[in-house]
């Protein structure tokens, strides 16, 4: 086995399948692994620290739940977990209605220093999310302006036209083409990996 | 209503979808779609939501409290610790049919070995008492759960509402041998004669759903459909027919899209009720 700080897709991937023989340290290794890219999604989707921290505990209580079921072939491990932060996320923002709270926090958190690059993250990780925002930046504005409205927030694409002041329609014909031009762009990098 | 080919229609559909941007509405027709197997828009799906998975790694990381941790492992060890619920003693009827079809199952090895002591047991007095106090715990412990987990708040009120009622019961529906986790609970409100079941599975494969069976001493009854969302996540309320019978089990399958009268396939998780 390797190091706890594992971050190998392979190593998450035998980390699951311990968790789902019940073995909570391999739960416990996973989170160590992942719990900064984790937490870095929800809090930036949830804005405030207090709702993170619980929300993640959420995904991680998630994940140890359903581990017995999670298919490799359904997607990699990293894919699998960021999927239910963001879904567990976009969830508690929704209930919370703390779109107002949310505003102060994320001007404060814009104060705070930086997250800095993390050496020990795997360079293969730190690889892809250079490609990803490589090919997010390569979009006209206005379309990148509508995913990631709709990405950390969770809107849909009536709740977007009527925060952005555009016409439905323009909405979901910027949506659909800067989608496409992601997946172009990524499709034959990550093929169908995260 | 399946697609040959896709098209812009079809595109910016997927797109949205996989970004959580259909309103509701738009949501549940296109998975409604889905469920028929149409093989076009499954694959613009498939490739969205690789695009959108990759999407999350433009956040940059972040440290989360270092409590954080510790909370986590309290939390999972008061789950792990859950006691399940044991079995009453078996009536004085058997049921070689229920037996049969639990044991063609993959059923969890707590599931098979209960199902075999509940139909060879005594009853003991003392059994009854102890089940009675780990049922109680074991509420107290979803109740301390409940109260930390973000449930939609609807589905909680349901369950909350649930436990409230006198003689409520939980029944954990389990998958996998190995793990005593459950992948469904049943609140069972016995006051209102309902099941609040929430679940976490795995959607289901195209063009097929899951479905809930109360299994009694001598028949499978439908509880009708378990409808689940992208991330597997279900929740219903059924109303349990008073006069069912020797209750033994609910159980989950997957059947075709609409479901089956009788269950079609092994059930892939089962909870028993005694």
Known sequence: MTSPQGSSEQDWTGLIGRIAAGDQSALTALYDGTKRLVYGLVLRIVGNTATAEEVLLDVYSQVWRQASSYDRRRGAPLAWMMTIARTRAIDRLRSGRQEHQRKEQLEAAGNAPAATGDPEEASVIAERRRIVRSALESLAAEQREVIELAYYSGLSHSEIAARLGQPLGTVKTRTRLGMMKLREKLHPVLGDEL | ?274
């Open chain 2, 1 to 274: 209503m399946k697609h040959d080919k896709p098209g812009e229609e079809i595109e910016g559909t997927a797109a949205l979808y996989a970004l959580g941007a259909l309103s509701q509405h738009e949501a549940r027709a296109f998975e409604s779609h889905l469920r028929e197997g149409c093989e076009v828009c499954e694959r613009e799906l498939a490739s969205f939501d690789a695009t959108v998975s990759a999407l999350s790694l433009t956040v940059p990381p972040a440290d989360p409290p270092a409590r954080a941790r510790q909370l986590l492992e309290s939390r999972i060890r008061r789950e792990k610790n859950a006691p399940v619920i044991p079995l009453p003693a078996a009536k004085s009827k058997r049921s070689t049919s229920f037996a049969a079809w639990a044991m063609a199952a993959s059923l969890a090895a707590i599931s098979i070995l209960s199902v075999i002591a509940w139909l060879r047991a005594e009853q003991a007095l003392t059994d009854q008492q102890n089940e009675v106090t780990r049922l109680r715990e074991a509420s107290a412990a979803l109740r301390d759960e409940l109260s930390r987990e973000s449930a939609r708040s609807q589905e909680y009120e349901q369950i909350v509402s649930a436990l409230k009622s006198p003689g409520s019961r939980v029944i954990p529906v389990v998958a996998e041998p190995k793990t005593a986790t459950p992948v469904a609970e049943v609140y069972w409100d016995r006051s209102s004669s309902r099941w609040v079941i929430t679940a976490n599975l795995l959607p289901p494969p195209s063009g097929r759903v899951y479905q809930l069976w109360f299994v009694t001493a001598s028949e499978k009854i439908s509880a009708g459909l378990l409808e689940t969302d992208r991330t597997g996540h279900g929740f219903t309320v059924v109303d349990v027919p008073r006069n069912l019978g020797d209750l033994r089990a609910v159980a989950i399958t997957i059947e075709p899209s609409g479901g089956s009268p009788q269950p079609t396939t092994t059930p892939v998780a089962v909870g028993i009720v005694g």
